[in-house]
């Protein structure tokens, strides 16, 4: 599912999420988490494992080599948007929704 970026200055940003989270994301994550620890900072981190979860993207400064990546020169407002955008979805799908019994008889 694609979602563009909300803010106008960044008009041709956006993110696709997968359309179902599986149990190679979960490897993802895990692997990603790793390396991740070595970020100065948990909202760099949790874009970075964002980031990996991701099918595809288009964001200013993270296009080409990954080699030239800079996260800290990203906008704050960037980093925190493809962060919450993609927790939500990925932690919803760990969600068990409750199964109710059917309303009992009176007698």
Not at 14 to 26: F, K, N, R, T
Not at 68 to 84: C, H, I, K, P, S
Not at 90 to 106: E, L, N, R
Request: hydrophobic share 40%; aromatic share 14%; charged share 25%.
């Amino acid at each position: 599912m694609r979602i563009d970026c909300p803010w106008p200055e960044f008009e041709d940003s956006y993110i696709v999420l997968p359309d179902q989270w599986l149990g190679a994301h979960s490897a993802r994550y895990d692997e990603a988490l790793e390396k991740a620890r070595e970020l100065p900072s948990e909202v760099l981190r949790k874009f970075a494992i964002a980031l990996v979860l991701l099918d595809d993207w288009r964001l200013p400064g993270i296009e080409g080599n990954p080699d030239n990546w800079d996260f800290e020169q990203m906008r704050l407002e960037l980093l925190a948007w493809v962060g919450t955008t993609v927790w939500v979805s990925y932690w919803q799908c760990f969600t068990v929704p409750k199964v109710s019994s059917p309303a009992s008889q009176t007698g």
